[in-house]
Each structure stands twice: as C-alpha cells, then as structure tokens.
C-alpha cells in the first residue's frame, strides 16, 4: 500500500531546532516532487516548502526562508525538513504530500504536530 | 490572508446542491489548473478534483468542479452528513517559484 509517513514532530522552544522526516513505501519517490504544508491549529492550509524529483530545486516560502532546509534520499526513500530557529508562529501540523502528474497532490501523510513554546 | 479567496462556511441539507467558489487572479487560477481538497474532522486533506474538473478514482460524482476566468466552484450534491468538512481549493502561481497558493477553506456544515 503506498503512502506517506510523518515522523519528528514535538514541543520545542522558541528558537530551538527540529528536523521532521516523511518516509515513503508502496511507490518510487524519485518519480515525485514532494511538498511540505502545514496547518496551524484552526487555520488553513499553507505551502511550506518543495523539493524536485532529485533535490536539484528547492523553494521555501518566505516566511520559512533561510529557516528551513528540505533534502531527500531516494535511495532510502525518505525526506527531511530541519527547521531551525523556530518561533512560535511555526506551530502547526506538517504534512508531506507528493505531487502527482495531474499537478495535485494525490497522496498526503498523516501530518505531524510540531509546538513552537516561548 | 490567503491567496485564493473562499467563504468561510456553507450549509445544507441533506439531498441539496451545495457550491463554493474560490475566487484568484490572473496568475494562479486564470492560468492555471484548479485543485481541491477535502478535509473531513481530525484527519489529512484529501484529493477531491484535479484539472478543474476531474475526480479522482473513488471520487463519487456528486462532486463536480469548474473554472471560468479567475474564478473555480466545487459543486456537491445529493449532499450528505459525511460531506461535512473543510474543503480547500489550489492553484500553482505563476509569480512564485514552486509554490501553490490554498484558499482558506470552507467549513461544510451539514443541517
């Protein structure tokens, strides 16, 4: 069965660092650029950051630029998010999710909770 | 603020025709094809319509979806107790590198 599988998420401080996993089983993850969204708690969905089907191109958004740092190993099939210098506004649920050749993203994990405290 | 633009809630009863627009520009969804996404309570989006118009396999055909211009709408009907959920429209930007921009999403209530 393919699917995706969040992993890394907990309490940290204000300032501190975190490193989020998604590991992928059931399907080839070189075949698929991968995207992190999150949702803060009561909020909607937000873009977080992408990674090519190889890890040649990377695109943050702005509010995690210079912050985050997405990378994936294919060969093991899993991708990591380190998140760095985490302020509170970064509480969220982040998922993985792939995007498929339709341009949609056909399959997400389950998300994992990460708690900026201050 | 997002993006795209969606009403925050809708409602209807069971057996009725639901809409919800999306509303965006000419860079994201007058440019490019519209997705949606169902969220059902406590669990992960879920892929509803690709390309404007299209369901995945699964996807009962209650679900509708189309485009005109800067605007999309997701159509349900025959609604039923278990649409009630967010739902979320997507569309890639033109302007951003790589990103795709969400609506807010709309809250389903079923009455």
């Known amino acids: 069965q393919a699917q995706l599988v969040e992993s890394g998420g907990g309490v940290v401080q204000s300032g501190r660092s975190l490193r989020l996993s998604c590991a992928a089983s059931?399907?080839?993850?070189?075949?698929?650029?991968i995207y992190w969204v999150r949702q803060a708690p009561g909020k909607g969905l937000e873009w977080v950051a992408v990674?090519?089907?190889?890890?040649?191109?990377?695109y943050y958004a702005d509010s995690v630029k210079g912050r985050f740092t997405i990378s994936r190993d294919n060969s093991k099939s899993t991708l990591q998010m380190e998140m760095n210098s985490l302020r509170d506004e970064d509480t969220a649920v982040y998922y993985c999710?792939?995007?498929?050749?339709?341009?949609?993203?056909?399959?997400w994990g389950q998300g994992t909770m990460v708690t900026v405290s201050s | 603020q997002s993006v795209l633009t969606q009403p925050p809630s809708a409602s209807g009863t069971p057996g009725q025709r639901v809409t919800i627009s999306c509303s965006g520009s000419s860079s994201n969804i007058g440019s490019n094809n519209v997705n949606w996404y169902q969220q059902l309570p406590g669990t992960a989006p879920k892929l509803l319509i690709y390309w404007n118009s299209y369901r995945p396999s699964g996807v009962p055909d209650r679900f509708s979806g189309s485009k005109s211009g800067t605007s999309a709408s997701l159509a349900i009907s025959g609604l039923q107790s278990e649409d009630e959920a967010d739902y979320y429209c997507?569309?890639?930007?033109?302007?951003?590198?790589?990103?795709?921009?969400f609506g807010g999403g709309t809250k389903l209530t079923v009455l």
């Open positions: 059931g399907f080839t993850l070189s075949s698929y650029t």
């Open positions: 999710t792939r995007e498929s050749s339709w341009g949609a993203f056909d399959m």
């Open positions: 997507a569309a890639w930007d033109d302007t951003l590198d790589g990103r795709v921009v």
């Open positions: 990674i090519s089907y190889y890890g040649s191109k990377k």
